[in-house]
Structures are given as C-alpha cells and as structure tokens.
C-alpha cells in the first residue's frame, strides 16, 4: 500500500483544525524543510494516521481516532503556518 | 444519523465460528498491510536480533546464528485492532523462550524496538511461557516486508498491533513504559477478549 | 476569489444520486445534488460515507469532477480489490443517497487569475481532478494554454475520451498507453519518463504550473521528472491517490 500525501487528509484537518490546511505551511521539527502540507507523506491504514516529513521521513503528525474523538499530536511540528496563508 | 447506504456491506467474509471471534472483530480474507511508514529493507548481513536490559546489551544474534536455533510451526488466530481478525494463520519462528533461555535476563516488561522506529510494549508474561515467537515465515514462505519481514514478533493472543514488524529486539524493563501507540492512546495491554482497543478500556 | 465559505466545520450531508454515466468499463461518473452545496473549487474534493444496516462505516475520497458552476458530480474508478468503489460503480442506483462532505483542498486548485501555462500530468483515474481544471478553464474563457499528457493502460481505460479530444482551444492532450496500443496508434507509448515529459510538457522557461495527479509512484516519478526539467518544486502540485501501481 503505496502512501499518500496530505490532499488526503484534508476532511480530518478540517475536522481538527475547524479550517482547510492542505495549503498551510509547515516547518519540520527534525530537519527544518519547509512545505505545504499536502505535501506530507501520509500513512492512513494503520491504527492511527501517520503525517512524515517529505524531505527527512520523520513524523510530525498523528491523528488517533479513540472513541469518537481525534487525538492529535503535532509534536514533530516545528510551526505549522495560519490557515489560508499558504 | 447517517442514512443506511441501500445494498452496502463490508467485504463478504466467511462466517466466523461462534466463540471464535472476539467481539468487535469480523474475519478477513485478505492480509490487510497496515503501516506507519516506509517499509524498511535491512540486508540480512546486517540484520541481528537483540536482547537488551535497559539499553545494555545481554546476547545477539545475526541472521545465521539466529536461523540455527530451533524454530517452531506455529498455527494462530490473529486480531487487529482495526477490527479485523484472520483464523489459523501460519508461521515459523523462534520462541521468545528460546531466546531468554539463552541470556541472563530480569525484568518485569519488555519493549519490543524495530527497524523504522517502531516500539511496542509487553509484560515479560506475555511473551513467555510458549506465548510469543520472532517469525520469520508466513505461510510457508519467508515472511514478505511488508508484513514485517526478515522477522516480526508474534504474539496472537493480544492485538496485532502488538506483533511487532521489523523487530530487531527486546529490551527489558521493570516499568511497563508505553510504545508507539500506546503513546498515542492505545491500551497498554491489549485484550482482543475484553475489547482493550485504547487507554481506558 | 477568497476561497470556499467553510461553515466553521465540515458538516456531513445526504445528497441523491441524480444521474450515473459509465465512462468506461471499470469507471463511472455519478452527478449528485447535495442539499446544501457552497460550491467548489475546480481540483477539489468531497469525502463519501457509506453505512451498511450493521453500522459498519467506510468512508472515501473523490475528486470532484465538474467544474465549479456546473452540476457536482464525481468520478469512481472501480479497484478490484476495494470496498467501496465497487459499490459506487456497480450498485448504487438513481434516486439512492450518499453521504458526503466537502468541498476539501486549498493546496491542489487552479484559479483562472493565475495565467501561468498549464501543465497537467494524469495517471489513471489521476484525471479527474485535471478534468475539473479544464471545464473551467473553459467554462471561463480563460485563455491560459495548457497541456494535459494523460498516461493509460490502453486506449478502452481512458476516461472523459471524446471530451478530451474536443479541445482546440488551447489545449494539447497528449496520451501515453503504457500496456497496450490499437493498431495504428501514433501516440506515445510506456511510461512517463524524462524523454517524454520534455518532448510533452511547457519547458521551464514558460513559467509553467504543473497539476499532476494519480496513483503515488506516477505522482513520484512525473513530479520528479518535471523537477528534472527545471520546475521550482513549488510550481509542481501533487495529488498522490495510492494504489497499485497504476498504469
């Protein structure tokens, strides 16, 4: 199962986030790269959905769905930008 | 309230024997891959399989030395926690036994660590005492990558996300400490009989 | 255009399938009419839910394939081991209902303002969401040329074929088959590769923008290809559908 990019958790960001994010920018936490979320390597079929880095493959989101209710981690995030400014 | 999708079900499956199938659960067919990252590709020359106690090394093995312990066929039920669960699967590996009867070891829980980062923690209990095997085949072929191959842990009567792929060791701990989805909000234990799908179960 | 009103959050909705058009063997398009549609952005997409009567709940994502203004409609490509497109392309009937929300994506839209030529870059069903871009670039008057190379199996696998081939107007659709040709076929052959993308794609110094779209490894080697071209990285969007391999 070939991953996919952050276009496809556009529904769950909204979700999160109350607002559209695929176009947002974010920095890395490992190696600094900086992109549009989209643009994250995304990992859905696991127990939990798995956002990586594009350029240095570490996380730097998790989404948990535990009994209705999405955790989010965003740890991996060095900065995540304002929604609509991409 | 969502509407009922007229005509829609899930993948047709053979109907599980009553008792068979914890509840939650409904039986696949398939072999879903499930992962949260790249599938790793460790060349066996360096592949080697660790017991650790706190980090400290208590005995390796490289991929020769670990295929020339004895190995065991082992017939299981498995169970995801995504829900599905797949009847007498087959594989061959190593008993965690085997391994522990070789160090010197103490220690009340383990932390399974892999290739890719992956961790996943269990109590000593729970891979001791014929309960838990490092599987190297599936289904009578060298278990594939992406379903955790060279080795994964085996450990079927807990939820699968326990069975650790691309395992490369065990590190002994006296702390049940959680894992990568533990940390997420995954039960520390895992029953598939009493439903411990998240914390709070 | 200040972007798709977002009600604070997604709402789910039920919309009737009002029409179904087999495009090709494996793939359907299905026009739905939501109760409550702001309208969408062409490149967008829209989450589908089904339930079946256990509560079992599968949800998708399609992209939309009308252009903004025009009805909603999607379009489905049947996988054969999938759970859900088999039923939106083989079962689902009109006059059923279908959960949906959106619309959803900011990063993988084209606006007419921006008139950059146009680089499209289809894999399979990859083509829907460029499909979008091009009906409303038309249905604008927009006169940003553009380039579609649409890469297939065979020439029965290609989706939207007779309207795609009624371009003039500024449009060149090029189609690569990568696993079987009609006799006679003069178009191109294989996959995309570097040789390709330069014989087909708006050199760099154009200052081009590229929509490429369709199963990851496509996306990965198209993407890259155009990089390889001179494309900043940020010209090339990307939309990855995962899969198979693909064509």
């Known amino acids: 199962m070939e991953p996919l990019d952050g276009n496809a958790i556009g529904g769950l960001l909204i979700d999160v986030f109350g607002a559209e994010m695929t176009g947002v920018s974010g920095t890395c936490g490992y190696c600094g790269n900086t992109g549009p979320v989209a643009e994250l390597v995304v990992y859905r079929q696991a127990p939990g959905t798995v956002a990586r880095c594009r350029a240095c493959g570490n996380i730097v989101m998790v989404f948990v769905e535990v009994r209705g209710t999405t955790c989010v981690d965003l740890m991996g995030m060095a900065s995540l930008g304002q929604p609509g400014a991409a | 309230m969502s509407p009922i999708s007229r005509g829609f079900h899930r993948r047709r499956a053979p109907e599980g024997e009553a008792g068979r199938l914890p509840p939650g659960q409904y039986l696949t067919e398939g072999?879903?891959?499930?992962?949260?990252?790249?599938t790793p590709h460790t060349p066996l020359a360096n592949w080697t399989f660790s017991i650790t106690r706190s980090g400290a090394s208590k005995g390796s093995w490289s991929w020769q030395e670990f295929q020339a312990l004895p190995a065991e066929d082992v017939t299981a039920d498995i169970h995801c926690v995504t829900r599905w669960s797949k009847f007498d699967t087959g594989w061959r590996g190593v008993s965690v036994d085997t391994l522990l009867d070789r160090v010197e070891h103490d220690g009340r829980y383990v932390m399974a660590f892999c290739d890719g980062g992956y961790t996943t923690n269990l109590p000593l209990d729970d891979v001791t005492g014929g309960k838990a095997w490092v599987a190297f085949d599936y289904?009578?072929?060298?278990?594939?990558?992406?379903?955790?191959?060279?080795?994964?842990?085996?450990?079927?009567?807990?939820?699968?996300?326990?069975?650790?792929?691309?395992?490369?060791?065990?590190?002994?701990?006296?702390t049940d400490q959680p894992g990568f989805w533990e940390t997420y909000g995954y039960h520390m234990y895992g029953d598939p009989w009493r439903e411990q799908r998240y914390a709070g179960d | 255009m200040a972007g798709t009103a977002l009600r604070g959050r997604l709402t789910w909705q039920v919309a009737t399938v009002a029409a179904l058009t087999r495009e090709t063997a494996s793939v359907c398009t299905i026009v739905l009419e939501p109760p409550d549609w702001a309208g969408h952005r062409a490149g967008q997409h829209l989450d589908v839910r089904l339930t079946a009567e256990d509560g079992y709940r599968a949800e998708r994502s399609y992209s939309i394939a009308s252009a903004p203004g025009e009805r909603?409609?999607?379009?489905?490509?049947?996988?054969?081991d999938g759970e859900v497109s088999p039923y939106l392309t083989e079962d689902l009937q009109v006059g059923d209902e279908l959960e949906l929300r959106g619309p959803i994506g900011g990063y993988f839209v084209w606006e007419p303002g921006d008139d950059s030529p146009l680089t499209l870059l289809a894999g399979g069903s990859g083509v829907v969401p460029l499909r979008s871009i091009l009906r409303y670039r038309l249905r604008t008057g927009s006169a940003v040329p553009a380039r579609l190379l649409y890469s297939a199996?065979?020439?029965?696998?290609?989706?939207?074929?007779?309207?795609?081939?009624?371009?003039?107007?500024?449009v060149q659709v090029s189609y690569t088959l990568t696993r079987s040709q009609p006799p006679g076929w003069t178009g191109h052959t294989g996959r995309i590769n570097a040789d390709l993308l330069a014989n087909v794609a708006w050199p760099a110094e154009a200052n081009p923008v590229a929509y490429v779209c369709g199963p990851t490894s496509f996306v990965e080697t198209a993407a890259a290809g155009?990089?390889?071209?001179?494309?900043?990285?940020?010209?090339?969007?990307?939309?990855?559908?995962?899969?198979?391999?693909?064509?």
């Open chain 2, 31 to 38: 072999f879903p891959v499930l992962s949260a990252g790249p």
């Open chain 2, 139 to 174: 289904d009578g072929q060298a278990l594939a990558p992406e379903h955790g191959g060279p080795a994964r842990l085996l450990v079927p009567h807990l939820y699968f996300w326990k069975s650790a792929k691309w395992v490369r060791g065990l590190d002994l701990r006296d």
């Open chain 3, 72 to 80: 909603l409609a999607i379009t489905v490509e049947r996988l054969d």
């Open chain 3, 153 to 170: 199996r065979a020439l029965p696998d290609v989706i939207y074929r007779d309207e795609l081939g009624q371009h003039h107007d500024g």
């Open chain 3, 226 to 247: 155009l990089v390889g071209l001179g494309y900043p990285p940020e010209r090339v969007k990307t939309e990855r559908f995962g899969g198979t391999g693909g064509p």
